[in-house]
């Protein structure tokens, strides 16, 4: 095997790559460099695993240790067991049943033992002639022909070949990156890192004072010492775990802090507010009284909006909490001073919503709202763009088309993104810099309608400033939640019979996860549901809506649901934001257990929207896995988002709860924010002191954990 082409330090920063419970994908790839393609398959591999610098791979750590120390009897073998045997090949033969399958057996003093592979080469089938000594891991199955594993590690030894004396690393890896290679790139990396000490241990909390350096507790982990059992190694609260986590949380506080100490020497627009002008005009023209909370926040924000520093702001509610109308204040509050506004939403369909509302609120008070999006082009498309360039439209609403090269603002003083989880690092910067050559900065308002647990925020949104919608309008029905198997399905065609016959205004959803038939995903696709539906509920009128759709007929299938024109909408999950139908009671949400819990969550959001009593009918095809099983559950037990928040991130991890793999934040991939709670509060506390006293060693401890991920804290 060639030696591993691992890279040096000076190879440039690149985001650490996922270990421990992170999927080995967790990352994007970084870009390829010149001269990458001369490189082995396994070396290009490394890189897509974001593996380049020596400190990544010595932050890549192993999932789980494989105990090769010792050699069990095959007699003794039972069934579920993961064991080391060492025995002769008596013999080896492909056998053709339904398909090709080379099958081995091989014995010791005590007993028999088949080997199975299902995908081989002839390489293999010579390496296991009869004769061969071989050494076999992997897990037993005992059946009726007797003990067998499939697909186990094999290795052809000699009699007199020692055991190793330590157990063996598995690390996270992909299909082109051996095992074996991995673990030789991973051990001359750990002997080449840089993981001196950055400050004396006394700054350390004491209980990590006392405890192993970061070089000691990565060797630990790496390189176990002889006689040490896999469940210790695996334990996360003996010390060198310890130490990894805080590390790793240190780091990510002190890059926090760093961009928070960035953005206070921004400059932004004071958007002053004006007695008796547009903001005023609109509050005092909204069909509703704001809630507590609702006034709570508009107040935040204009404090936020008179200030010189731009405003960097999220706004967290649950589904139906109203927090268009205040970006609509806001909105109002920019134009006042006499500067434009732009709202980005991920949909046209959530993007054209907003924009009806925000037309209907502002147009009648004078304000012009220009609208912008993939499917506008042409003359209707150059109109919008002299509209925003001249400053006549003082609101701007739109999808990704807001940030295009040849979208020019007279004067942005404030950029709206709703559901920004679903955006990127690079498109919120795309938007900010469209005040660029005025030497200031756009207000910043981002707004979910996924809350964001305490911690959760206290972690990533360390440098942002939270508002929180905690209390829903009044006249708000509460939706009741039932979970049916796919045995259900005629039955709960039948609850939708009753539903559409129960009044003339009743309206109903079904949401598949496919829109057509799929060879490789055994789901119940959309265009299939239409007709059954269609079908099973003669004389209703039962819509289609997807993303392959163009822009104009989503449009028009929406608006005929909208308008009650179509009484069944079989939909992908399209609809999942923003959609405001307040007819619509029932909800079907097909093959539930593919969808994760705060995506369900909006779904659901969606009924419930009037004065109904509503249900949100969840089916799922068995078996459920244990995570589908929780996140039903979940939905079943509560409608309250903060809660359904609190259980996605103990069920999925903050990485992908807050859709970290797109937007280049950095995931934790050690330490958990429930668990290690003491740790982030430590961590929380030493970040100061080091950037104040030790400003160096806090950029080295940055840049040795997060790389260029930590240019991305700054967005």
């Keep these: 095997m060639p030696a591993p082409t691992t890279p040096t330090r000076d190879a440039g920063p690149r985001p650490a790559a996922g270990a421990g419970r992170q999927r080995a994908t967790a990352r994007p790839a970084p870009a390829e460099p010149a001269g990458a393609r001369a490189l082995s398959a396994p070396a290009r591999a490394l890189r897509k695993l974001g593996l380049v610098r020596d400190i990544d791979l010595a932050l890549h750590l192993p999932l789980r240790y494989e105990d090769e120390t010792r050699l069990v009897p095959i007699a003794t073998l039972r069934d579920g067991q993961q064991a080391q045997v060492q025995g002769q090949v008596r013999a080896a033969r492909v056998e053709q049943r339904t398909r090709r399958q080379l099958v081995v057996r091989i014995a010791d003093t005590s007993g028999e033992l088949v080997l199975r592979f299902l995908h081989f080469h002839p390489a293999q089938e010579k390496a296991m002639a009869p004769g061969r000594l071989l050494r076999v891991l992997g897990e037993v199955r005992v059946g009726l022909l007797g003990r067998e594993m499939v697909h186990p590690t094999v290795r052809a030894v ?20 051996p095992q074996a290679y991995l673990r030789k790139a991973v051990a001359g990396a750990l002997a080449r890192a840089p993981l001196a000490e950055l400050w004396p241990a006394a700054l350390l909390p004491p209980a990590l004072a006392a405890g192993p350096t970061l070089r000691a507790a990565l060797q630990e982990l790496h390189q176990p010492a002889p006689g040490q059992a896999p469940a210790t190694l695996e334990d996360r609260s003996r010390p060198a775990w310890q130490r990894l986590k805080f590390d790793e949380l240190l780091a990510q506080q002190l890059a926090q802090a760093q961009a928070q100490a960035l953005r206070a020497a921004l400059r ?92 209907a609120w502002l147009e ?80 910043l308002l981002m707004m979910s309608a996924t809350p964001i647990p305490r911690t959760l925020a206290m972690s990533y949104f360390a440098d942002l400033d ?68 269609a079908a099973a509920l003669p004389g209703t009128p039962v819509g289609l809506l997807h993303g392959r759709m163009g822009a104009a007929e989503k449009t028009e299938v929406m608006s005929r649901f909208t308008g009650g024109a179509l009484r069944v909408l079989v939909a992908t999950t399209v609809i999942e934001v923003g959609v405001d139908v307040p007819a619509a009671s029932l909800m079907v949400i097909e093959h539930a257990e593919r969808f994760g819990l705060a995506q369900l969550h909006q779904l659901r959001g969606r009924v419930g929207r009037g004065a109904e009593a509503s249900v949100c009918v969840l089916l799922y095809a068995a078996p459920l896995s244990a995570t589908a099983k929780q996140r039903l559950r979940a939905l079943a037990e509560t409608a309250d988002g903060f809660e359904i928040a609190r259980r996605d991130l103990a069920i999925r991890g903050p990485g992908e709860f807050m859709g970290a793999r797109q937007s280049g934040q950095a995931l934790l991939r050690f330490a958990d924010l429930e668990a290690d709670a003491a740790l982030l509060d430590a961590a929380r506390a030493l970040a100061p002191r080091l950037l104040r006293e030790q400003p160096e060693a806090a950029a080295a401890h940055v840049q040795r954990w997060l790389g260029t991920a930590a240019e991305f804290m700054k967005a």
């Design 158 to 177: 000699a009699a007199d070949t020692p055991l190793p004396q330590a157990l063996t690393p598995v690390y996270p890896t992909s299909a082109q990156l």
């Design 268 to 359: 932004a627009p004071a958007l002053a507010a004006r007695a008796g002008a547009l903001h005023d005009a609109l509050r005092a023209a909204l069909p509703f009284t704001l809630t507590a909370a609702q006034r709570r926040v508009a107040a935040e924000l204009e404090r936020d909006l008179a200030r010189a520093q731009p405003m960097h702001r999220l706004l967290q509610g649950d589904v139906g909490a109203g927090k268009t109308v205040l970006a609509a204040l806001a909105a109002a509050r920019a134009i006042d001073a006499g500067w434009q506004c732009a709202l980005m939403a991920p949909t046209e369909i959530l993007a054209e919503q907003h924009f009806r509302k925000l037309v």
């Design 364 to 443: 009648p008070l004078g304000v012009q709202v220009a609208w912008l999006s993939g499917s506008r082009k042409g003359r209707a498309r150059a109109r919008m763009l002299e509209l925003v360039a001249s400053g006549a439209a003082a609101l701007v609403v739109g999808t990704h088309a807001v940030i295009q090269r040849d979208v020019v603002f007279a004067r942005l003083g404030l950029a709206v993104v709703d559901e920004q989880h679903r955006f990127g690092v690079a498109q919120r910067l795309a938007l900010r810099a469209k005040l660029a050559g005025q030497d200031l900065e756009p207000h």
């Design 466 to 533: 939270v508002s929180t919608l905690d209390e829903l309008p009044p006249g708000r029905t509460p939706v009741v939640t039932r979970v049916f198997g796919e045995d259900k399905r005629a039955q709960v065609i039948a609850k939708i019979r009753a539903e559409l016959a129960a009044g003339p205004a009743r309206q109903v959803y079904w949401v598949c996860p496919l829109v057509e038939e799929s060879a490789h995903v055994d789901l119940q696709n959309a265009t299939a549901t239409h007709a059954e539906l």
